[in-house]
């Protein structure tokens, strides 16, 4: 399964419409519902919108580890968002701008 963690509706959109007939995705809208969610079912590629209200680095960065398999990550921001690009990739293994993250969609879906 992917999880997007989103609440923009319009980027959720538009992986949905490259996703694999072979894939489902999930959006969840917090790190608090991810965690959830994780216990539930197995992730394959895990995609954050960087830019979600009272997204904690820390939190997210320790639910990826606790992954087990531990799926790809993905997490995007807008590029005038320099500073939080910066403070994600410390934490977060692939952080790309949305301008990027909008253009490899359909690689990074179709990836296992």
Same mark, same amino acid.
């Given at each position: 399964?992917?999880?997007?963690?989103?609440?923009?509706?319009?980027? &959720?959109? /538009? /992986?949905? !419409?490259? &996703?694999?007939? !072979? $894939? !489902?995705?999930?959006?969840?809208? $917090?790190?608090?519902? &991810? =965690?959830?969610?994780?216990?539930?079912?197995?992730?394959? %590629?895990? *995609? %954050? #919108?960087?830019?979600?209200?009272?997204? #904690?680095? #820390?939190? *997210?960065?320790?639910?990826?580890? $606790?992954?087990?398999?531990?799926? =790809?990550?993905?997490?995007?921001?807008?590029?005038?968002?320099?500073?939080? *690009?910066?403070?994600? =990739?410390?934490? &977060?293994?692939?952080?790309?701008?949305?301008?990027?993250?909008? !253009?490899?969609?359909?690689?990074? *879906?179709?990836? #296992?």
């Amino acid at each position: 399964m992917i999880v997007f963690v989103t609440q923009d509706l319009m980027i &959720l959109s /538009a /992986a949905r !419409s490259v &996703l694999p007939e !072979s $894939s !489902s995705l999930k959006q969840v809208a $917090s790190v608090t519902r &991810l =965690k959830a969610l994780i216990t539930e079912t197995s992730v394959r %590629v895990l *995609l %954050v #919108d960087l830019q979600t209200p009272g997204l #904690d680095l #820390d939190a *997210l960065a320790a639910a990826h580890a $606790s992954l087990e398999p531990t799926p =790809k990550m993905v997490a995007f921001a807008q590029h005038v968002n320099i500073a939080l *690009l910066e403070e994600a =990739k410390k934490r &977060l293994p692939h952080v790309l701008t949305r301008g990027q993250f909008n !253009s490899k969609l359909p690689e990074i *879906l179709a990836q #296992d």
